[in-house]
């Protein structure tokens, strides 16, 4: 294909391209009047958690944030995202980040019931040597119950595929959820 020929092709194709772009822009921009849409965000809850542990040459801060969609007062299904650094001074430092599905069970109101599959990719580098770094994919799938109040949930959760690659020390953790 000669020179002049290409660029009229892509020129055309990079022309098509941004009006199919602008088109979709304009189509979002454009206020809604249906009724489903506005509905749809008053079923949505956010939340999430925050860590902060701090030591003797040890540090290890968290960020998860989380939503929620409320299917109705009994079921709720959402999805989260996390990243964890930790380091230990003159031992190793990881970076875990990841992303999570969660689905809520509540039965009666005080009490919710969980399952939630978490997918972690695991980076951990040794210091003083390359070789024995470790980067790997980690799976959780936790089973939790707990007592709600309000927009407050305290209970515990198990791993059921905790092994000895786990990046959690115990199957069994408690844990406090809130969404606003």
């Known amino acids: 294909m000669k020179k002049s020929a290409f660029m009229r092709v892509s020129k055309s194709i990079s022309l098509t391209i941004i009006l ?20 749809f965000w008053n079923h949505v809850q956010f939340g999430g958690g925050l860590g902060l542990g701090f030591g003797s040459g ?3 801060i968290s960020i998860a944030p989380s939503a929620i969609y409320n299917f109705n007062e009994y079921v709720a299904l959402g999805l989260g995202a996390q990243y964890t650094y930790v380091k230990q001074r003159d031992y190793y430092a990881s970076h875990l980040y990841g992303g999570s599905i969660i689905a809520l069970f509540n039965p009666i109101n005080q009490i919710q019931l969980s399952v939630e599959l978490e997918e972690l990719r ?21 089973l939790g119950a707990g007592y709600r109040s309000g927009n407050v949930t305290i209970g515990a959760r198990y791993n059921v595929l905790q092994d000895n690659k786990s990046v959690y020390s115990d199957a069994f953790m408690p844990f406090v959820r809130v969404y606003f």
């Open 20 to 39: 199919f772009v602008c088109n979709n822009l304009i189509a979002q921009q454009q206020p809604s009047t249906s009724k489903s849409r506005s509905d």
């Open 122 to 142: 695991v980076n951990v580098n040794l210091d003083g040597s390359n070789s024995n770094s470790q980067d790997y994919w980690n799976t959780g799938l936790f």
């Open 58 to 60: 040890y540090t290890d």
